[in-house]
């Protein structure tokens, strides 16, 4: 399996587990049911920990996929961009998680850690909701009302060939 396929086959993996990490912890805190808010603790760690090989192997993907006709260079810049705070926003809460989990017995720092992590899974879910958006966007014209997206190179060129025919005028 190469960095693409990895990339592709990975990156629904922290959106869907930060989701349902943030869904499950906020139900377990309002039933106060501690299997569920250990389980969504588990939830957004395993998220944070597959972001990683999500994010670093993007590079090649998009190497892979920048000189693709109707690829734009500016899409691919725009998720690279909230994909890094993404992945950042969601290792932090994953380790918070974590450090929750392994803190039970100290009550004081785990009730600051549970709150730590409360809202570092809504930041992080919402990133992981824009990046998986603008990664969307890049291949999925539906998205952007139907239109197809042009790369630099397409764009350049037909503005060329554009006044290039007003010349011959």
């Given amino acids: 399996m190469n960095s693409v396929q990895l990339h592709l086959a990975l990156t629904h993996v922290p959106v869907i587990l930060s989701l349902a990490g943030l869904i499950m912890l906020i139900i377990g805190l309002l039933k106060k049911n501690s299997v569920l808010i250990r389980t969504s603790y588990t939830m957004i760690a395993i998220a944070g920990i597959t972001a990683l090989p ?21 899409l691919i810049e725009d998720h ?26 100290w009550i004081e720092i785990n009730k600051y850690l549970k709150t730590a992590v409360l ?51």
């Avoid at 192997?57 to 109707?70: D, F, P, Q």
């Avoid at 992945?87 to 039970?104: C, D, P, Q, R, Y």
């Avoid at 239109?147 to 503005?159: C, G, L």
């Fill in 80 to 105: 690279e961009e909230i994909a890094k705070f993404s992945m950042i926003s969601i290792v932090i809460a994953g380790l918070l998680a974590l450090a929750t989990i392994f803190s039970e017995k």
């Fill in 119 to 169: 809202f570092a899974a809504f930041v992080s879910a919402g990133l992981m909701v824009q990046t998986a958006h603008t990664g969307g966007q890049i291949r999925h014209t539906e998205i952007n009302g139907g239109t197809v997206a042009q790369n630099d190179s397409e764009r350049n060129a037909d503005t060329n060939a554009a006044g290039k025919e007003d010349d011959d005028d």
């Fill in 54 to 74: 999500v994010y670093f192997s993007g590079e090649e993907a998009e190497e892979a996929v920048e000189h693709i006709a109707g690829i734009s260079e500016s």
